[in-house]
């Protein structure tokens, strides 16, 4: 069996143990590949714990700048007992095992085809260090120095990147690359020429950032005037309070009083998180949360009520792996029907779909303005890969220009000036009527809030009449909401095709491969993006314009599917669902496999392989 | 027939009584004008469907009693139309040759349509009564010889008041006296005026006769008040009617002389004056110590008053004079010193006006009738009063209790290019149904009663938080005076009674000050006891006639 | 119930406000709450308060939750924004409205059901934060709208209407709103305006969370012999502590009182509280004493009522948060958007 040789072209995977320190270990070693101008693609995959149990994380290092997962891993680093055999296992045939090797291990747990890259991690570090926490944090850096010379990678590239990491604890800068070089000396001596594994200088970054969406959500509703986040914790969208609220404490405090153009409140449950939103954009401010599916599961009665009373709201969905509490660490995209139709009754709210995290700060920001436009709910659908996962991606950008769009509310000077004032009343013929913020006119302008059926005037009416009407607009502003969502993006085959493909959301790393790669075997598909519901015409013209449309999606029960079906009134036969559910992110070769198997062209296989 | 069988002329009052009840109606305390009585009254009139009917019958059988009414106006006609249905024989003397008085005779019929007049006498014609039109009443004993068993005097106040300055004479051919000028209009025996006009006089008459002289040709007609403005004797929408028919009144002036060259009158001059306030509040017109103001004009008005003159009755005919000359009248019974002979309307008191009239006939006719029958007439029978709740539903009330917010609704006038070239041409045209049902609905219910039932009450203030107008207090009991200062919303009509209650469970009672309360029910609706209930009051008061009964 | 509206003509004497309101400025729509219902005296209540203390009507949010209690909002201040929010969420949705605007007056209408069974979380929470609210809970033990099931405030051995029993212990929401922190506690009784008027004034003009738990009867449900919420058990078992007597801080007059018999608390807006101590040992600056004081009360079968408890110099959640001066719904780009060069930073962070 050859061992594996590429270059800037292959998977490495940690396997860790929960809480051991890998962590920032391991996102050092793809921070210096990215260093080395060579793109990556990280992925935690961790456990619901704080402690103990296996955690693992997988870079794919791609010349090429493919950013979805693989599959696949050519070289583990095992550092877990407790997954050793799975570990093993799952390495690709003629891969690459760096393990310590300070305890014997019994030949039985090896295989063959592997070439193994010992290093006695502990050994060297007894040697070094007395403390014993000491001893486990180094022992993790040790392994990345090891690294850096079987992958003939750049170590002052390492380097740099550790003295930028502890700017501010500068004594810990030459511990760590004492234990930096202990691992690569060691490897230098004792593993030279083994590995067919090689990182080269490439200039295939650009200006590109490396960046988890979550952080960039948070610094997005920063940039789009949030001024209230109302939340509780959830993985995983914890880390998207934080980063609002460490933004926030970095760029909203006025420099002469000091205090805070911003409030951030922890709640005590989701439900009072959601409330707490309304609360505050029912006043004027642009209020958000972030949530999981079991919170949005618990917010759903007041997600009604903004869909109804149509307060603004703004909420993230990190989506992880349901039903109930499901795989708390693990990503899917099995909220959309949940959320779209969050409520009882006839409810309906808008969803946008980044794809990355650029876009997660992008629609972030747009989703204010669209709550604040269209007087709703907007849910922004992110996912665990997404927001959790560091991506490479293309700089955060924002217009000089830009203004917030604050939406119909009425000012007193209107009010002043006679303007007529009904609440729920559509003057414009969009559907979106008029608000005003409490304690705006002393006498005009007036009106009552209620999540039961109301008038024109926001006056409680039981009339049936009156209540069909309002239905009937909320309707119809949903319409309105077709034109103002972000257009679905358009991937065209080089040539003519039959086929189309839906997806959306995080799949878009591995679907773009998977698209080069069956075009490159002649598979031609037409690709869209879709990246808001309520669906744009655009949605229904891609499907109507092909014979069969593959639908990708990463949860169980084709959820878009059913709701294109359902919103556009298309025969479900048309579509083909491409479904991947188990938690961990969709890769090219799955959606390779399952489309080309469709096919019926086995040539599309070949080429994954 | 409710308000035929009190009023006697609704389509008459409708349209010129000077409203004696609108400052007592209650939608005055809450807001600035009251319910339009008057001119309801006119649309129930007007609106009203046949009623000949529901109209007593001449009755069949005479009771052989014969009473003698003097003159032809409301006051005798009311005791006509009493007395007529219990079988009485009523003769009724009058110079002019109709029935009607001076409503016939000193009110326009751009006031008073004539046709409105006749229907309303003419119901009381159609009692049978013998009538002696035409036929001036020189003596009263000659009357007493006719062995009548009563006779009632309604003749009036028939002369007017004369000015008696420099000119008057002289100038006598252009000077008119206000009412007998307007009777001659009346009966078309005058039909022209000068041009220039100076009416004198600050009264209803004074605005009858302007507004007359604007129709026969006055062009510039003024009228010239000694008083201020406000205390004119005038009912303000009179003066409002004149002033929007081009009509200036100059206040403040006291004729001096009419001023004439030999013999034609060329115009008036004033003494300018002012007013002024002695210790007591007593009002005196002193001169302004400024130049007379001179008024040029063809003709002058007199309208400064009446007077009563009985020069037809005998001194020594058993009836009494007092020092004015007017007769000594018992104001409840209306008999005279002379016990068959009556008075009332204005020959009673002097001038008041037609309401009063109708209400000294209802009470002569009453004395009359107990004195034919032998009665003493100082007893007087007790009204008939009842009341009943109203409650119907959990909120719902059988009776409209849902307070109009509606200010006074004004009547719409025909317009005035059309209306001052023809004097017998109404100027009102009167409430339309829709818009009477609305004025009506101002009304605040007075016939209806707030009572409270103590031992059902809980005390948990629920009618007291919904009163709109603050009336009920839940209070430690106290003396009247120290009580009215402890409500809600202090008394401070102390003509009003307080309605209290018993001592409660807490220790506290319940006051209530009926002054401004709408009657609107919200009290009673509110409670969830029914301590509170809401009855209707009826009163009607004792009349000789019995068509109602 | 009612359905004709108020009339809006009022008494000639009316008396007005320094803004030139009557009281009758302060009133809402028509109630639609049974007739006699304690709940209404309340809005009287919070309607004379808000008119003596010469509140601008549009500078109040009234919010509420679910229940009778929570339809109230809609019967008094006629012109300031309501939200009738959802069952037991009317704390959260204050609280997130509060940290939008801190210059409004915020008043939260709930009652037993609303606050201490499906709320009680949220009421909890609130308090704990100290945001700057008036809470009031009109207090009456039983379900009203759902037709007088006993609600979680209902004591043990009361009797329902129909003759069953409580068997479960009840919550006080006055020793809760000690627990958790509240700033000002205090309990009325919808029957008592001469105690409540005051003590609701005194309650906007604290600062942080204020709570009322008024007692309210429920008279189609809860006011029957056997009930420990009618008008005559309270009557007849309730123990004022103090009688109240607020002066406002625009008032400048000097308050006299007798120590020993009276004190005055003065609050952060510069306003008085003058108490008369009708029990002459009850400290309301103690919240030990104020809990043991109840829990004895409560024992002896009686309903304490008065200011419980009062912190005049607390502080309230903007100033836990240290946010700005200016409500936060008046913020524009220029005030939050940090800006194109500074993004441009913070992407070089990231590479």
Redesign the interface.
């Known amino acids: 069996m050859q061992p594996i040789s590429a270059t800037n072209d292959f998977v490495v995977k940690f396997a860790n143990v929960n809480g051991s320190g890998s962590a920032s270990a391991n996102e050092l070693f793809a921070r210096s590949v990215?260093r080395m101008g060579v793109p990556v693609a990280s992925r935690n995959i961790f456990p619901s714990n704080i402690q103990g149990l296996p955690t693992w994380y997988e870079v794919r290092i791609s010349g090429d700048g493919w950013l979805g997962r693989r599959g696949g891993v050519d070289l583990m680093v095992a550092m877990n007992p407790q997954t050793w055999d799975k570990d093993v296992a799952e390495i690709e045939k003629g891969g690459y095992l760096l393990y310590d090797s300070t305890k014997p291990i019994p030949a039985s747990k090896f295989r063959k085809d592997l070439t193994l890259l010992p290093v006695p991690l502990t050994e060297i570090c007894n040697r070094a260090y007395s403390d014993p926490r000491q001893r486990q944090l180094f022992k993790n850096i040790i392994y990345v120095g090891a690294l850096a010379f079987v992958l003939d990678m750049d170590l002052s590239a390492v380097k740099w990147l550790i003295a930028e990491q502890f700017e501010n604890k500068k004594k810990l800068i030459a511990p760590n690359l004492q234990a930096l070089d202990f691992g690569y000396d060691y490897a230098k001596e004792h593993l030279k020429g083994v590995c067919g594994l090689k990182i080269r200088h490439a200039d295939k970054v650009g200006?590109?950032?490396?960046?988890g969406g979550n952080d960039a959500a948070g610094?997005g509703a920063?940039?789009g005037?949030a001024?209230?986040c109302?939340w509780y914790p959830i993985t995983p969208s914890t880390s998207l309070a934080e980063s609002f609220t460490k933004h926030c404490e970095r760029?909203?405090v006025?420099p002469v009083?000091?205090?805070?153009?911003?409030?951030?409140?922890q709640?005590?449950?989701e439900?009072?998180?959601?409330?707490?939103?309304?609360?505050?954009?029912?006043?004027?401010?642009r209020?958000f949360t972030a949530t999981s599916g079991p919170g949005i599961s618990l917010m759903q009665?007041?997600f009604g009520?903004s869909y109804y009373a149509e307060i603004p709201a703004v909420v993230f969905d990190i989506q992880r792996g349901g039903p109930s509490t499901g795989m708390p660490t693990r990503t899917q995209q099995s909220d959309l029907m949940l959320a779209a139709y969050a409520g009882h009754g006839d409810t309906k709210h808008v969803l946008l779909f980044p794809e990355d995290p650029r876009e997660s700060f992008e629609f972030a920001a747009t989703a204010f303005d669209l709550a604040e436009r269209l007087q709703t709910l907007v849910l922004v659908m992110m996912d665990l890969d997404i927001g959790m996962n560091d991506w490479l991606c293309k700089?955060?950008?924002?217009?000089?220009e830009?203004?917030?769009d604050r939406g119909k509310v009425m000012t007193a000077d209107e009010l002043e000036a006679g303007k007529e004032f009904g609440r729920y009343l559509d003057v414009d013929g969009d559907a979106i009527p008029y608000r005003?913020?409490?304690?705006?006119?002393?006498?005009k302008g007036?009106?009552?809030?209620?999540?039961?059926s109301h008038d024109r005037y926001a006056r409680?009416s039981e009339d049936g009449g009156v209540y069909v009407e309002v239905m009937q607009r909320l309707l119809q502003k949903f319409e309105t909401a077709k034109s103002l969502v972000p257009k679905p993006v358009l991937h065209k085959a080089k040539e003519p095709a039959k086929f189309g493909a839906l997806y959306f959301g995080s799949t878009s790393a591995a679907m773009d491969e998977a698209l080069a790669a069956l075009e490159s075997h002649g598979l031609h598909i037409d690709a869209l993006r879709v990246r808001a519901f309520p669906f744009s015409e655009e949605v229904v013209e891609f499907i109507n314009a092909h014979e069969q449309v593959f639908v990708v999606e990463q949860n169980r029960d084709a959820q878009l599917q059913k709701m294109i079906v359902n919103e556009c009134a298309i025969d479900p036969a048309r579509f083909i669902s491409i479904l991947h559910y188990d938690g961990t992110p969709v890769t090219a070769r799955f959606i390779i496999n399952a489309i080309s198997e469709r096919m019926k062209l086995g040539k599309a296989r070949e080429a994954a392989e | 027939m409710i308000n035929w069988q009190s009023n006697v002329f609704p389509g008459v009052l409708g349209r010129t009584c000077d409203r004696p009840c609108e400052p007592a109606c209650r939608r005055g305390r809450v807001e600035d004008e009251p319910v339009a009585i008057c001119r309801l009254k006119r649309v129930a009139a007007d609106s009203k469907d046949d009623i000949s009917d529901r109209l007593p019958k001449p009755a069949a059988q005479k009771n052989g009693k014969r009473i003698a009414l003097i003159g032809a106006g409301p006051a005798s006609l009311t005791v006509a139309r009493d007395l007529l249905p219990l079988g009485y024989t009523c003769v009724i003397y009058d110079a002019d040759p109709f029935a009607g008085g001076m409503m016939r005779t000193q009110i326009p019929k751009f006031r008073l349509p004539e046709r409105v007049l006749d229907e309303e006498c003419g119901y009381i014609l159609g009692l049978e009564p013998e009538t002696r039109f035409g036929q001036k009443v020189e003596s009263l004993k000659a009357i007493l010889a006719e062995n009548y068993d009563a006779v009632f005097v309604g003749c009036g106040a028939p002369r007017g008041r004369d000015l008696d300055i420099p000119g008057r004479k002289e100038a006598a051919e252009h000077i008119h006296i206000g009412i007998d000028w307007l009777a001659s209009v009346s009966f078309g025996h005058t039909t022209k005026i000068g041009k220039r006009v100076v009416v004198l006089g600050g009264g209803n008459t004074a605005m009858d006769c302007c507004r007359t002289s604007r129709r026969l040709g006055g062009e510039k007609v003024d009228v010239v008040v000694r008083s201020g403005f406000a205390e004119m004797k005038a009912s303000p929408w009179e003066k409002e009617d004149a002033m929007h028919e081009d009509i200036p009144i100059h206040n403040f002036l006291v004729p001096l002389e009419f001023v004439h060259e030999g013999g034609k009158l060329t115009g008036i001059t004033f003494e300018k004056v002012k007013a002024e306030y002695d210790a007591k509040g007593r009002r005196k017109l002193v001169p302004a110590g400024e130049p007379p103001v001179h008024m040029a004009c063809d003709d002058v008005l007199v309208a400064v008053g009446q007077e009563n003159a009985f020069p037809w009755i005998e001194r020594d005919s058993g009836v009494e004079f007092d020092e004015w000359n007017m007769p000594k009248v018992d104001p409840v019974t209306l008999q005279s010193t002379h016990p068959k002979v009556f008075f009332g309307g204005d020959a009673a008191f002097g001038p008041k006006n037609i309401i009063w009239a109708v209400a000294h006939g209802h009470e002569a006719a009453l004395s009359i009738d107990l004195h034919c029958n032998g009665k003493d007439v100082t007893v007087r029978p007790s009204p008939l009063v009842n009341i009943l709740s109203q409650k119907m539903g959990i909120h719902e009330w059988s009776y409209d209790n849902d307070v109009s917010l509606d200010l006074r609704f004004k009547v719409p006038h025909a317009p005035k290019e059309l209306t001052l070239k023809d004097v017998n041409m109404e100027v009102e045209l009167g409430f339309n149904r829709e818009l009477a049902f609305k004025e009506a609905q101002r009304c605040l219910n007075c016939d209806i009663e707030t009572v409270f039932e103590k031992n059902l009450c809980i005390e948990c203030d629920a009618c007291v938080d919904i009163c709109p107008m603050d009336c009920i207090t839940f209070t430690p009991n106290a003396a009247e005076n120290d009580l009215r200062g402890m409500l809600i919303a202090p008394a401070k009509n102390l003509t009003q009674d307080l309605y209290v209650s018993p001592e409660l469970k807490t220790g506290n009672i319940m006051v209530k000050d009926e002054d401004v309360c709408l009657h609107c029910g919200l009290c009673a609706e509110r409670c969830p006891t029914g301590a509170w209930d809401m009855k209707k009051f009826y009163l009607e008061t004792a009349k000789a006639h019995a068509c109602s009964r | 119930m009612t359905y004709i509206a108020k009339p809006k003509l009022h008494h000639p004497g009316l008396p007005t406000n320094a803004l030139g309101f009557t009281r009758r400025d302060y009133e809402g729509r028509i109630s639609t709450l049974c007739a006699g219902c304690g709940h209404d005296s309340i809005s009287a209540a919070l309607i004379q308060a808000c008119f003596e203390l010469d509140i601008e009507p549009h500078r109040v949010a009234k919010l509420s939750g679910i229940g009778c209690s929570s339809k109230t909002p809609d019967y008094f201040l006629g012109q300031s924004h309501g939200f009738n929010s959802v069952h037991g969420r009317m704390p959260s949705v204050l609280t997130g409205a509060n940290l939008a605007n801190r210059e409004l007056i915020y008043l939260g209408v709930s009652g037993d059901g609303d606050s201490a069974s499906i709320g009680l979380g949220q009421f909890a929470h609130c308090m704990r934060r100290g945001v700057n609210m008036v809470y009031i809970c009109e207090n009456n033990g039983v379900y009203g709208l759902t037709k007088g099931q006993f609600s979680a405030t209902a004591d043990k051995g009361s009797k329902a209407k129909g003759g069953a029993v409580n068997t479960d212990s009840p919550i006080d929401l006055v020793s809760l709103a000690l627990l958790m922190g509240a700033s000002f506690v205090a309990r009325s009784f919808s029957g008592d305006k001469k105690q409540l008027v005051p003590l609701i004034k005194a309650a906007i003009a604290h600062r942080g969370s204020a709570v009322l738990d008024v007692i309210s009867p429920c008279v189609t449900f809860n006011n029957h012999a056997g009930s420990t919420k009618s008008f005559d058990f309270v009557r007849d078992h309730n123990e004022a502590v103090n009688k109240l007597d607020f002066v406002p801080a625009k008032k400048e007059i000097t308050v006299d009182y007798e120590p020993g018999t009276s004190e005055v608390v003065r609050q952060h807006d510069g306003s008085f509280i003058k108490l008369a101590k009708l029990h002459p040992d009850y400290d309301p600056s103690n919240r030990v004493a104020a809990l043991t004081y109840l829990q004895e009360r409560e024992a002896a079968g009686e309903v304490v009522t008065g200011l419980l408890y009062i912190d005049p110099d607390t502080q309230d959640l903007h100033e836990h948060l240290g946010t700005v001066d200016a409500p936060l719904n008046r913020m524009t780009e220029d005030d939050l958007c940090p800006g194109v060069d500074m993004l441009e930073t913070i992407n070089a962070e990231y590479r």
Request: charged share 20%; aromatic share 14%.
């Open positions: 990215l200006d590109r950032i490396f960046i610094l920063v940039y005037g001024t209230v109302a760029l909203r006025d009083t000091k205090k805070n153009k911003f409030a951030v409140v709640a005590e449950d439900i009072a998180a959601i409330g707490m939103v309304l609360g505050a954009n029912w006043n004027g401010a209020a009665e007041l009520f700089p955060l950008a924002w217009n000089k830009r203004k917030y005003t913020l409490p304690g705006t006119h002393p006498s007036v009106y009552f809030t209620r999540g039961s409680y």
